[in-house]
């Protein structure tokens, strides 16, 4: 069993900054691709951000220059700085990993519970 649990999000006003962690645990055998995704109210979940295992990224054109996203591999946890934060911002964020388990053959999409991050005007 392979579970994400994310952890950081909170209330936070306009300009202020919030780190995201995601951390995977369970019966890892591999993980490739971990990103962070967002919900708002009422829109599609979008990607924020990615990192493959060999640290190459890909970020949304509305959080580049604002967000980095960054990984420990020790760890089995990946991290979204997120700086210069705007009300837009504001949605359920969740953590994806492809991840092979431990008694799998291939690699599947896991996902986190979401925690939410509120940005006020």
């Known amino acids: 069993q392979v579970q994400l649990v994310e952890s950081g999000g909170g209330l936070v006003q306009a300009g202020e900054s919030l780190r995201l962690s995601c951390a995977a645990s369970g019966s890892i055998f591999s993980i490739n691709t971990m990103g962070w995704y967002r919900q708002a109210p009422g829109k599609q979940r979008e990607l924020v951000a990615r990192i493959s295992s060999g640290g190459s990224t890909n970020y949304a054109d509305s959080v580049k220059g604002r967000f980095t996203i960054s990984r420990d591999n020790a760890k089995n946890t990946v991290y979204l700085q997120m700086n210069s934060l705007k009300p837009e911002d504001t949605a359920v964020y969740y953590c994806?990993?492809?991840?092979?388990?431990?008694?799998?053959?291939?690699?599947?999409?896991?996902w986190g519970q979401g925690t939410q991050v509120t940005v006020s005007s």
């Open positions: 994806n990993g492809i991840i092979q388990g431990s008694s799998s053959r291939g690699y599947r999409d896991y």
